[in-house]
DNA sequence: CATGAATGAGGTTTCATTCAT
DNA sequence: AATGAATGAAACCTCATTCAT
């Protein structure tokens, strides 16, 4: 029963492999199959065809990502403090799964037709604790009452999205995180009630 | 000879009509011809392959977006001001070119191959306008200097194609201009001096 | 032992099922396997591979053809009256059986491999039997002597399968009995002596 | 525009002779190009798919077969001198045309798809010749009107295709026209009025 | 310059069959 | 005897690009 666990999980990280260096229609299946070291045809018992293959990518990423950011959440009072944490943390889980970033950012995230998946939702939902932190800054007073919070929320991850993007692009050759602090700074400076 | 330069054009404008409604790969060189009003093997008069086509949509575009822009800046001082006047223009002008954004936003600024190309530069100066404006808003003493200015531009170019991307994934259906005063504020707040 | 027998028997009902919808290509072994509820593997603890299982339905039913028409022909005299009888019996089978039938008619007898079955042998010998009558026919001296009894066969035999085929075709709408009364009279004519 | 048309025959040859060695699925597109000395794209160039290829087979037969049969007819008078020459053309075309013979008699006319197809109706009118002589035929008085006229073709057709798929099947090796003036015989017996 | 017919490489997917459990 | 996961061959079709007219 594990085993078909563990097999299905070599397929993903094969998969994560490939497409992080191909696109979609560029990558294939007969790479990801000899990757994960299996037949051509053992794919298809895991997965429906090759785009179920690539949208099951972000679903056990997503659940890594939220688990890992709830316990740095964790003890951290006020919301700021917790904008704070989740520049880090996004600065630092692309960072350190910089294929699945160019999966994500690059591939995934600007597809027509992934917006229509269900894992698309999943994934919104995941990115959806930012409106939480937002709206629980808004109660405490930190946070400016006068601007739509879905701009506010433009405003964190279209940054952080966009460092991740550029510096996927140039390759990934300077450190993400160092300058993490500024970057806390200006988006707060940007949410902060007057 | 200008009969050239139009054919040429309408090569473009049916390019930019089949690319934003089908990615890379799915649009056709045939549908291009068709809508162009060319036969297939007309297209490589004018350009090299598919990719120089598709990559030579964007400087047309750009130069439109810089000359525009320009015009809109005039007279204004400022950097705060004119910050104000890019984020109104940036956001006006995809609303008024979506086809362009579906290409430039989720296609090309995505795509490894395009941060090798000449266009990719020229598109970069282009947004370089914004670095202009932000070290003379330092100079002014309005802007921050206690951060480092192209995490300042992440601030106010994520943003803004965040809102775009966004909008255009999501059709179109909202006014994408609507809110473009509540952006400014939130931006210029990030950006300004303490 | 006798659960090896029910077991044999129920694929080979699934099979019947399945082969009379899709033809032998198209049809699967594991949609065989579910409908007659056992793994895939066991349907080749049963039979060789695809093909044997497949031709191996019409031994069953080419038996059950058989001593049911035995049965109908019993205490019928003059080879006329059996040709009758036949002609009744052969489109009452089929208005019967007409998954087995399309399969028969539309599959198999047009199979060049089929020919070099046994099965094939089988059934020959089966529809032999309208040669026999044929014969009896000649001897009574109500049937042609001037012509090739296999000729004559092919009258008899071309007239009921087109028949019946043309009908499966159709989807079997209308009644294929009907009028077997002109059926007979004008094959009889065919086959009277002068 | 003749070499098109060229090509496109080449083409349908080419498939004739592929088709009559294995049946639709086994044959590959690449063995008719190669066959009618095209690259396998080319193939789509004139048809849009395997089976529109396949299909289209009949239509240009069809056309022979008619034509000659009308030439064949022409002169003759009665009904059933026109049945004796359809008889004999009928074993005839099928002697000279075998490989045509095994696509139509146990490929395509037996086909589930090919029922829905314009090539079947087309291929239906064909034969439908038979009818209006059947018809001539009771209008002279020399038919049977005591019968179902379709109930007649049955009688015709079937006899006449039971010969040419059975000679089929067993490779060709006699002849099959030598016995035409039996069977001519005993389809009239079948058809004569009393 | 324009055409458009011809090319041919390349990849996803299915499914009969096997064999370790 | 039964299972069912794994295998891997095999082929249709698309489409960017070329080149003779």
């Known amino acids: ?3 078909k666990i563990i097999r299905r999980e070599s397929i993903i990280q094969a ?3 490939v497409f992080s260096k191909k696109d979609f229609k560029s990558a294939s299946i007969s790479e990801i199959a000899e990757k994960a070291g299996v037949a051509d045809g053992t794919i298809y018992q895991y997965f429906r065809n090759k785009e179920d293959l690539f ?5 056990e990423k997503t659940n890594e990502f939220r688990s890992q950011l709830e316990l740095h959440l964790e003890g951290i009072s006020g919301a700021l403090n917790k904008i704070r944490k989740f ?7 692309f960072k350190t799964n910089p294929g699945y970033g160019r999966i994500l950012m690059l591939e995934m995230r600007v597809s ?3 917006v229509k998946t269900e894992t698309y939702g ?3 939902q995941s990115v959806g ?5 937002i709206i629980e800054g808004q109660k405490e007073g930190v946070i400016r009452r006068d601007t739509d919070i879905y701009i506010l929320r433009h405003l964190v991850l279209g940054t952080l ?3 991740v993007s550029r510096w996927l692009l140039k390759g990934g050759k300077y450190d993400l995180l160092e300058r993490h602090q500024e970057v806390s700074r200006i988006i707060i400076d940007g949410l902060k009630a007057a």
């Open 15 to 17: 998969a994560i492999e």
């Open 161 to 163: 999205e966009h460092m």
């Open 112 to 114: 027509r037709s992934f």
């Open 129 to 133: 604790q930012v409106l939480d932190v």
């Open 1 to 3: 029963m594990s085993k």
């Open 55 to 59: 949208f099951s990518i972000p679903i």
């Open 122 to 124: 999943f994934l919104k």
């Open 87 to 93: 520049v880090w943390y996004f600065l630092y889980f």
